[in-house]
């Protein structure tokens, strides 16, 4: 008998329908061939330090730093009934051989291996590799089924990173913590990305606005503009007057008009880095929002493929199936029909900006899979339509041509004086105008405008008017959620070209699958807060990084180890050399910690919090539950390792069924894990029995109609 094991109950479920496995038991399911059973996300941890030795329940400075000489494991206390029966079914005498089918990635081969090794199992695994989960991709994933030993670099590379923010996090969260007499949580991640926004900060906070002037000689059709070998720019007001005076009322003469053709290259497919930006810039909405819309998309409603993915790349073995795509869209998705015959109707674009084997590692780029064709019947919430509309009109575009236009720069001659005019006319829109169509045209800043004078070098002109124009230096903007995607991916530098920033990848802030994540989480401790679509830094966590260790706050640093994990996944590097250097790492700020005196710095209070009523206990952690503006979270967040349990006030599934939840709500649900509400969908009133599912990292709903009539609200 094959015991197959997932990460959660709902891809147990599809995968059991896919293989006619219908003989439900307590935590497992079975047939004549296969028992499926799950993990609930992450049923064992790195144990706390006081499983190492009692004295590390005090937090004491002279315990640092704290290196275990090997790691210990636990079993997270509130999924312990499952790792039993996961435990007890691998190493149950039926079954012969495991299959692996947590999510295809470094952290799924982490959830697996840790559940193998401590239930003590030595039976042969195979891997379930997909990246997309229609019944056509797991019939044929089961059909292909891998080695589990081919991806033991990737569980090695997951391990290196869980133990290293286990060093990190555990004792420099321990040291600042004693030594200011205040919880402060820093994390090897999350410490250097706030670091970039406080920086940003401190760079708006300390500019000085300076005036400049520019020359501008109004010609009609166009409008041109004084420069010499040093630009544009005029930094005095009296110097500019003087030009713009000798030059009224003088005629212009063409010396320069050449027009030549140029190209807009089209953009690479998404991988979650790009979709969470382009979530952000086009709907305002956060990374993890994305993040979750993008997840359902693949996991509940199927329509599109594995969203954790860093690779912007497809594999040539999928380039067949590209027209498929392309028609499943055209039948699936209302108002692309033009745009997908026109990329039929010409030849595929399916070039090397497309189709790369060698920068596809675990999983190819966002793309929707063939179940688009029956989106049309489908009623999804409103973030997911967003996020798979973006995910629909970049494929399609991709495939397009390139946009071309023709450039025209005109120089004229004012006595001495030079001003320069530069037009733009499109004559094939080509990709661009896909994303026009499909998603609204986005004007942008730079926009430039058509000239369509008729001029040969030469020719004189009078100008209209020419004028001084003042303007005034900016400041830094603020980073947005999508801008500071764009700098975690980069480690802060500031890299535009889309090409350069891919290959900048290996050496960014987290991976596309945690960037959200560690976002959220310096905005629940504190450090950081919205201030509508930018990102600002709190007094606290400016504080924060004006105290701790310069080597704690450097991207760069944290950059280069996030390469190292890539190389430990592809066999290019020692996980043990990598955790003797994040040894050596916290050894050293421990010590200047220790010997450096305390900053003269003051932390706003917390107190106001506290003073709020408990909700209830989380169900993962037993901590204490509170209500904040847009979510209720348990205050475990601030523990390492945090506990990240939170009932969002927005939650698609939620908004889908038109349920809002009371405080009364939530403590019900806490307590029983089932709540009665009232439902407003659609004009309609309805009662609901609502039941909460935690899998250990998501919380999920499900719905019925109650049995009897919920009392009217007075």
């Known amino acids: 008998m094959k015991l197959i094991v997932t990460e959660k109950p709902s891809v147990a479920k599809d995968i059991a329908r896919v293989l006619n496995i219908k003989g439900s038991r307590d935590g497992y399911m079975e047939s004549r061939d296969y028992i499926i059973t799950w993990c609930v996300g992450h049923l064992i941890q790195l144990a706390y330090p006081e499983e190492y030795d009692q004295k590390y329940k005090s937090w004491n ?110 004792n420099a969260t321990r040291l600042f913590t004693v030594k200011y007499n205040r919880m402060l949580t820093i994390g090897r991640v999350q410490t250097p990305t706030l670091s970039l926004i406080v920086q940003r900060q401190k760079e708006i906070d300390q500019f000085v606005s300076q005036p400049f002037y520019e020359i501008a000689a109004d010609c009609g059709m166009f409008t041109a503009t004084w420069f010499n070998k040093n630009g544009t720019r005029i930094d005095e007001l009296e110097k500019a007057e003087d030009i713009a005076a000798r030059c009224r009322g003088k005629e212009a003469t063409v010396t320069k008009l050449q027009t030549k053709r140029a190209t807009v290259e089209r953009p690479l497919l998404y991988d979650l880095t790009e979709l969470q930006r382009d979530g952000n810039r086009r709907y305002g909405y956060s990374a993890e929002q994305t993040l979750d819309a993008a997840q359902n998309l693949y996991e509940k409603y199927k329509l599109a493929t594995y969203p954790r993915t860093d690779s912007r790349y497809l594999t040539k073995d999928m380039k067949p199936k590209l027209a498929g795509l392309l028609q499943n869209i055209k039948d699936g998705w209302k108002g692309s029909e033009y745009c997908v015959d026109k990329v039929l109707g010409q030849k595929i674009n399916a070039d090397k900006r497309v189709i790369d084997d060698s920068k596809v590692t675990d999983h190819h780029a966002i793309i929707v899979t063939p179940n688009i064709r029956g989106a049309a019947g489908m009623k999804l919430p409103e973030r997911e339509h967003n996020i798979l509309k973006l995910i629909v009109a970049r494929f399609i575009a991709v495939l397009d041509r390139k946009q071309e236009y023709d450039q025209t720069d005109i120089e004229l001659k004012i006595e001495n004086d030079k001003f320069k005019a530069r037009g733009k006319k499109v004559v094939i829109p080509g990709w661009k105008e896909v994303e026009d169509i499909m998603l609204g045209k986005v004007k942008e800043d730079s926009e430039e405008g058509e000239i369509t004078v008729n001029l040969a070098e030469g020719d004189t002109l009078m100008p209209n008017e020419v004028k001084v124009v003042t303007k005034k230096t900016s400041p830094p903007k603020p980073y947005t959620e999508a801008t500071l995607l764009t700098a975690m991916e980069t480690a802060g530098k500031q890299i535009e070209d889309e090409r350069l920033r891919e290959e900048m990848k290996s050496i960014g802030l987290g991976t596309p699958a945690t960037r959200a994540g560690i976002i959220e989480k310096l ?192």
């Not at 891997?127 to 059909?143: Q, V, Y």
């Open 523 to 714: 905005i629940s401790v504190g450090y950081i807060k919205r201030n509508k679509k930018n990102l600002v830094p709190t007094q606290n966590g400016i504080q924060l990084i004006e105290i701790v260790h310069e080597k704690l706050k450097k991207p760069d640093l944290t950059g280069e180890w996030e390469s190292q994990l890539g190389k430990i996944a592809k066999k290019e590097a020692s996980s043990k050399d990598f955790i003797v250097d994040i040894m050596k790492y916290v050894a050293e700020i421990t010590r200047d910690a220790k010997t450096n005196t305390i900053k003269n710095v003051s932390f706003e209070s917390s107190s106001a919090k506290s003073r709020k009523e408990p909700i209830g206990l989380c169900p993962r952690c037993g901590r204490e539950v509170y209500e904040s503006k847009n979510s209720f979270f348990c205050t475990g967040y601030k523990n390492f390792p945090p506990c990240r349990f939170s009932i969002w006030k927005e939650d698609s599934a939620l908004k889908e069924k038109g349920v809002a939840f009371s405080k009364s709500n939530v403590s019900e649900l806490l307590k029983t894990g089932q709540t009665k509400v009232k439902s407003q969908n659609d004009g309609q009133e309805k009662a609901l029995l609502v039941k909460m599912t935690d899998s250990g990292y998501r919380v999920e709903f499900s719905f019925e109609s109650a049995e009897e009539q919920l009392p009217q609200t007075p």
């Open 61 to 170: 400075i002279n315990d640092l730093p704290i290196f275990p000489r090997q790691f210990k494991y636990m079993v997270n206390q509130t999924t312990q009934k499952q790792y039993e029966t996961v435990k007890s079914l691998m190493l149950d005498d039926r079954t012969d051989e495991v299959i692996c089918a947590t999510d295809a990635g470094r952290e799924g081969q982490l959830i697996f291996g840790y559940v193998y090794i401590n239930a003590g199992c030595k039976k042969p695994v195979k891997r379930l590799w997909i990246s997309s989960m229609t019944d056509e991709a797991i019939l044929e994933g089961f059909r292909d089924l891998k080695d589990n030993k081919e991806y033991f670099s990737l569980y090695q590379s997951a391990k290196a990173r869980s133990e290293a923010d286990w060093l990190v996090g555990i």
